[in-house]
């Protein structure tokens, strides 16, 4: 089909694609002429939002995670989970609910406190909040609770990032994560969500 210049200011005749590559800038286009609709899926990734355009989420991770840590002394338990931010500037929300309990046999005062660690079990500590506290003077008495810790953390990174918990036991006693009672005797898993928040 020719190309024809209508005297009514239109142009018939041009087939999809016929227009040289770049004839079309931002100038052409008229003010609010393309909306959603004629975005393709993925089109606008999070380095091309405008400065200060932030507080949405970019990305979930979230996981249950089963099984108990016991412990007499300090150490890094089995809940820890890790996300990778696609952007440098971005914070990651945390946050950890878990069971915990304790088993004195008979030792009175009891006293346990949580870490939540980045980076592994040198990594830094981002809050920590003591979660037993309690007077158990009968072996078949034990301490117990279900515990959330919750924190908006800026990694400063997109390298891959592990947020854990760590035991700091100030007493002696036996500690169970995962779990209440004494002698593990119920499971309480733990739920670890990790939330990417644009900057």
């Given amino acids: 089909m020719a190309i024809v210049i209508n005297g009514s200011g239109t142009v018939t005749g041009i087939s999809v694609g016929g227009l040289p590559d770049g004839i079309v800038d931002a100038g052409t286009l008229a003010t609010n002429s393309v909306d959603s609709a004629e975005l393709i899926d993925g089109a606008i990734d999070t380095a ?35 996300i990778t931010p696609t952007l440098a500037s971005s914070k990651v929300l945390v946050t950890i609910t878990f069971g915990m309990g304790n088993a004195t046999d008979g030792s009175g005062n009891s006293q346990a406190a949580m870490e939540l660690k980045r980076g592994g079990t040198s990594g830094t500590v981002i809050i920590e909040r003591t979660v037993i506290s309690g007077n158990n003077t009968d072996s ?24 854990g918990l760590y035991l700091k036991n100030t007493d002696g006693a036996t500690y169970y994560v995962g779990a209440w009672g004494y002698a593990v005797t119920w499971l309480s898993p733990a739920c670890v969500t990790l939330m990417e928040i644009g900057a």
């Fill in 140 to 163: 078949n008495r034990e301490g117990m609770q279900r515990a959330t810790m919750q924190v908006l953390d800026s990694p400063s990174t997109t390298s891959s990032t592990e947020y």
């Fill in 48 to 82: 091309h939002l405008a400065s200060g355009v932030g507080g949405k989420v970019l990305q979930v991770v979230s996981s249950q995670i089963n099984g108990t840590t016991s412990s007499t002394s300090d150490v890094y338990t089995h809940i820890f989970l890790s």
